[in-house]
């Protein structure tokens, strides 16, 4: 590997580079890979982080979409795009090895760097005897705007997952967690998986080793099938209130639940308190319609006091 010293020698502010203007970027783009098609529009809501790899062959960009392809599901919201500026058949070749390494990403096609071009990713970095663009990471937000980006000073310099994730979560971090039902340390709804409650329709304490992360919270799951579904679909899974008792919730309460005292009425989860002073579901369900409408005013009023 060698680097032009002619090349410019990129740096940004910091590890993270910040937009000066955060630059919307193009306002839409489609990228394909064999049968498969990304638009960023479908993608509307969600942050996307673009990784820009190398043309010929490159292990520092095996790496590193290892290494975000096995850790995507613990940051939940979050389309990884990874785009290399190679042929067709060079892509598909490429494609190929990862799939031997057992790397389940897709890699879509830059045709000629046009998007590269487009966001504006440094040119001049000598390597394998070609002369490139710089390895670099840009991520958009759920408006499609330009966040932040990482523009590496050669081949090994990459954001690793750890500090991306980091950045994320301090852009992402949603302000009434504040007033989420949330221990001091630890997940959401006393470790339980949110997923089995709507797909399985049980209460399912969550692993440990399972947990992924959702603008400010931590949640956990029984199984690696949940965390993915969590991951690209979080805000479907999540539990009314910030998961406080929904009954509470309809007197502007916030009261603590049982996770194994559950409800799940046109998709929402709903949670209660079960105990020795009696039980919120029963209550509840004398007036479902009419306690959401009180409990979903209330949250609102509740969760707006910290945005």
Not at 45 to 60: D, I, N, Q, S
Not at 64 to 69: G, K, L
Not at 72 to 81: D, F, M
Request: with cysteine; charged share 25%.
């Amino acid at each position: 590997m060698t680097r032009d010293c002619h090349a410019p020698l990129v740096l940004l502010v910091g590890v993270f580079g910040l937009s000066a203007n955060l630059r919307a970027g193009p306002p839409d783009f489609t990228l394909t890979s064999g049968d498969k098609t990304f638009k960023l529009a479908d993608a509307r809501g969600r942050h996307v982080a673009l990784h820009f790899l190398l043309k010929t062959e490159c292990p520092y960009c095996q790496r590193h979409v290892a290494e975000y392809a096995r850790r995507a599901p613990e940051l939940a919201g979050v389309t990884h795009v990874f785009l290399k500026p190679d042929t067709a058949e060079a892509l598909a070749a490429w494609t190929a090895k990862l799939r031997e390494a057992g790397i389940d990403a897709t890699i879509y096609r830059d045709a000629d760097a046009r998007l590269a071009d487009a966001f504006e990713i440094p040119d001049g970095y000598s390597f394998h005897g070609q002369t490139m663009r710089y390895p670099a990471l840009v991520l958009l937000g759920p408006d499609g705007a330009e966040l932040f980006r990482h523009v590496g000073r050669d081949n090994s310099d990459r954001l690793a997952w750890a500090p991306f994730a980091a950045k994320v979560a301090e852009l992402s971090r949603n302000p009434a967690v504040a007033q989420y039902n949330l221990p001091k340390s630890g997940p959401a709804i006393d470790g339980h998986d949110p997923v089995a409650y709507i797909k399985d329709g049980k209460s399912q304490a969550g692993k440990p080793e399972l947990t992924s992360h959702y603008r400010g919270v931590a949640y956990r799951f029984a199984s690696e099938e949940n965390r993915r579904k969590f991951a690209d679909e979080p805000a479907k899974h999540l539990p009314a209130y910030g998961g406080w008792c929904a009954t509470a919730m309809a007197d502007g309460r916030k009261v603590e639940i049982d996770p194994d005292s559950f409800q799940v009425t046109d998709g929402r989860l709903f949670l209660f308190y079960k105990g020795w002073r009696g039980d919120a579901k029963k209550d509840w369900n004398k007036d479902e319609k009419g306690l959401t409408a009180r409990a979903d005013a209330n949250w609102t009023r509740i969760a707006q006091r910290d945005e």
